[in-house]
């Protein structure tokens, strides 16, 4: 039994997808593929398009066995953390023999090279961090001028190549494997090029294209029929326009996605649970932001250095999600990042929290969102083998509960769950609770 793990948002799932899951397997000879996937919230710090159920379901139709959440703590967090989260699940599990990501490098070794710098940590390159840092630029991009003077030092550029650290799957990458090392795990690593358009573009570029194209397309889509149809509801606009005398709705982005991922995706917009965008949350981020007490604002994660007062300046002044963002953003502190403080405020994750957590192993849980029929197989056998509590159903985890840990770290998941149905369009999915009401997916 082979078993291929894979760490994916899914946001939606597109054909770009559908390749890296083919040629990974191809390249695995794996018998199962296991995905562990951001939930409500995603790493760039935004709701994602549609809910985590549906594409937990387009996972399964298009080729995974067993779909695992990310907790949200660790799903909107820098590279760093995310990585760590992702690779301690599949690491848990006792069954996952490969790992297999896409990147713009394509070459594994280089990945590696550069994993071992930032797990060891060279005296030299120790000096390098520490004299970026005191210059007031971002973490980020300090790590990133330190690894190319040490690698210009070391003589490391000749082998590999210094755009290496440009791009961000393969910076992810490098995580992966930087976690894979600090875990001591036995998990193979492989990596596969990554086609076509980059996974920040805005454009379409025909049957492979980005997910970040793909959710520029929706909005598109949103803003020009809502000219024509003069409403701001995007459930009715899904429902009524630009459809054909027999009712069928067609959109650009339908020929980047696999027709059931697809299929999925247009019938939660046209029920009203979907798209879930960032300007869903405007007000209630708005208002959270202005009644919070600065000093209460700066016990939530990643802000620092006074960053409360400036947040709290911005959410005075500001009138859309975008004003507020580039209101807060510094040198410091880039727009991901900013993304990512904000919807973590308004979730409620704390510096506590997220000391807790890495301090005591990472997630403290692991929670099944569906499966298939072999994905049921292989859950029988990772019952025996991991090294985690398996969750089901939320409403079960009380028997954990003098682990205070696991339980603060699912409270923290159903506020997550919470806080993004309100973004639905549809009034009537915005009640509570889902995440003990919604059950498995199995397809």
Request: glycine share 8%.
């Given at each position: ?33 296991i ?23 387009q ?51 280089d ?136 009712g ?19 019938q ?5 649970r ?21 000093d ?96 089901t ?15 603060r ?32 997916v199995?397809?």
């Open positions: 039994m082979k078993v291929l793990g894979i760490v994916v948002e899914y946001n939606p799932f597109h054909n770009g997808h559908a390749y890296h899951l083919k040629k990974s397997i191809e390249l695995t000879g794996a018998d199962y593929v995905a562990v996937m951001s939930g409500n919230f995603i790493q760039r710090g935004e709701p994602a398009i549609i809910n985590k159920w549906a594409r937990c379901r996972a399964l139709l298009c080729g995974v066995d067993l779909v695992i959440e990310l907790p949200v703590v660790y799903a909107m967090a820098s590279a760093e953390y995310f990585a760590f989260g992702a690779i301690k699940l599949l690491d848990s599990l006792g069954v996952t023999d490969f790992i297999c990501f896409g990147s713009e490098n394509g070459r594994i070794d990945l590696e090279q550069i994993a071992d710098i930032l797990v060891k940590e060279p005296e030299e390159y120790k000096m390098l961090l520490k004299e970026n840092i005191s210059k007031g630029i971002s973490y980020p991009s300090a790590r990133d001028e330190s690894l190319r003077a040490f690698l210009k030092k070391s003589g490391l550029q000749r082998n590999i190549p210094m755009e290496i650290l440009k791009t961000s799957n393969n910076i992810l990458g490098i995580e992966y494997l930087k976690a894979l090392k600090q875990l001591k795990s036995s998990i193979k690593p492989y990596t596969i090029l990554r086609i076509n358009n980059s996974y920040n573009s805005e454009k379409l570029s025909g049957e492979i294209s980005s997910a970040t194209s793909i959710r520029h397309s929706v909005k598109e889509y949103l803003n020009e029929a809502g000219k024509l149809l003069n409403t701001a509801e995007p459930g009715k606009l899904f429902h009524t326009a630009f459809q054909d005398s027999s069928h709705v067609s959109f650009s982005f339908q020929d980047a996605m696999p027709e059931a991922s697809a299929k999925i995706m247009l939660e917009f046209i029920h009203g979907g798209p879930v965008l960032p300007n869903n949350f405007l007000q209630v981020l708005l208002a959270y932001l202005r009644m919070i007490p600065s209460k604002l700066k016990q939530h994660v990643y802000i620092g250095e006074g960053l409360e007062n400036r947040i709290k300046e911005a959410s005075g002044q500001s009138r859309t999600i975008e004003e507020l963002i580039n209101n807060i953003c510094t040198k410091r502190y880039a727009k991901t990042r900013i993304n990512r403080i904000l919807f973590n405020t308004l979730i409620g994750v704390t510096s506590g929290d997220v000391k807790a957590f890495n301090e005591n192993g990472g997630p403290q849980y692991i929670r099944i969102l569906g499966f298939n029929k072999k994905g049921r197989e292989l859950l029988s056998v990772i019952d025996k083998k991991a090294s985690l509590p398996i969750i159903k939320f409403a079960d985890y009380t028997k954990y509960k003098n682990n205070p840990l696991l339980n770290m699912i409270e923290i998941e159903t506020i997550a769950t919470d806080i993004y149905v309100l973004g639905y369009p549809g009034k009537e999915y915005r009640t509570g609770g889902q995440d003990y009401t919604q059950g498995i199995i397809v």
